[in-house]
């Protein structure tokens, strides 16, 4: 396994790659892997003949008063874990090769980024898309691999990609839950004993509410008020049901839609969520 830290020598590492005809998945991460990041890794691996992992805490999506400089970072564990699992090259450039004194080009995806995590995280997408772009044009995958975990982040790189003609194929992969139903996040390892007990909340919310929508229940405000009642012993940030393509917020199920939540506990803010697809009847 490979470990290159500029773009320069990203892409041409990519260039030949594609050049011997190898298709190349990449899965980006900011690092700190868990069960939940291997899953997309496992799948860029089984799919591609190249699989590349990035490892890049972005500065870009992070505000002044956010956890940046205290986000969890365990770079040589991280390499083992993907050196185990057939990677073929990590990817982790540094803030100041991705970011010149003077960059001023940004991504921004209007409408897709706008509630949600967008509504109290304003200027976080334009750095996620922005930094994902650059991704995209360092390593030039075929596929690249995200997780519901983030499903706003997903709309809105389906969104860039098919706006910009990229030609990417965007795979979204399932929630990795820890067995009493808490989503995976490198963020957890922020969580008390007591908050870690009260986060349990957020997915035994969405889990309630999945079954009312498999058993037919369609009006959102009877929804949203049964997860925040469930939600009741933590601050809310926000809880959505928003179409999933759009994440423009709906009164009442007509096409897939997700079920979104976050909260902020003294020690972290989570979020998760459910997809409904009504169509198939299935909660995912
Ligand atoms: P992050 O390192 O938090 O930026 O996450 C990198 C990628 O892993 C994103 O596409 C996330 O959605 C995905 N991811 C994070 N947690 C999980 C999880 N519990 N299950 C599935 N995917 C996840």
Same mark, same amino acid.
């Given at each position: ?35 939940? *990041? ?7 691996v089984r799919e591609n003949d190249m699989a590349v992992a990035s490892i890049f805490v972005n500065p870009t999506q992070f505000a002044p008063h956010e956890d940046f400089d205290h ?51 304003? *200027? ?12 995209? *044009?360092?390593?030039?995958?075929? &596929? ?56 349990l909340c957020l997915s035994r919310a969405l889990f309630a509410v999945g079954e009312r929508l498999r058993q037919g229940e369609r009006e959102a405000a009877v929804m949203l008020e ?29 096409? &897939? ?17 459910i997809i409904y697809d009504p169509t198939e009847n299935t909660v995912s």
């Amino acid at each position: 396994m490979i470990i290159i830290k500029s773009p320069l020598e990203m892409r041409r590492w990519a260039d030949q790659k594609r050049a011997t005809n190898n298709t190349i998945g990449l899965v980006p991460t900011m690092g700190a892997l868990h069960r939940g *990041h291997m899953s997309l890794v496992e799948a860029a691996v089984r799919e591609n003949d190249m699989a590349v992992a990035s490892i890049f805490v972005n500065p870009t999506q992070f505000a002044p008063h956010e956890d940046f400089d205290h986000y969890p970072r365990t770079f040589e564990k991280d390499c083992e874990l993907l050196k185990e699992a057939g990677v073929a090259c990590v990817y982790a450039p540094t803030a100041g090769e991705m970011y010149s004194q003077d960059f001023s080009t940004w991504v921004d995806v209007e409408l897709v980024s706008e509630g949600l995590c967008g509504g109290s995280r304003p *200027h976080f997408f334009r750095g996620v898309a922005t930094v994902v772009m650059k991704l995209f *044009h360092a390593t030039k995958p075929q &596929r690249a691999y995200f997780g519901q975990k983030d499903a706003q982040q997903c709309a809105v790189i389906r969104r860039m990609v098919r706006d910009m003609d990229m030609g990417i194929d965007i795979v979204e992969m399932p929630i990795v839950r820890e067995a009493d139903g808490l989503a995976m996040s490198s963020r957890n390892a922020y969580l008390t004993d007591d908050d870690r007990e009260r986060a349990l909340c957020l997915s035994r919310a969405l889990f309630a509410v999945g079954e009312r929508l498999r058993q037919g229940e369609r009006e959102a405000a009877v929804m949203l008020e049964s997860v925040r009642e469930a939600m009741r012993e933590v601050e809310i940030d926000y809880v959505v049901l928003a179409d999933a393509d759009t994440m423009q917020p709906v009164s009442r199920v007509e096409g &897939r839609v997700v079920l979104a939540v976050a909260a902020l506990l003294p020690t972290a803010r989570l979020i998760d969520n459910i997809i409904y697809d009504p169509t198939e009847n299935t909660v995912s």
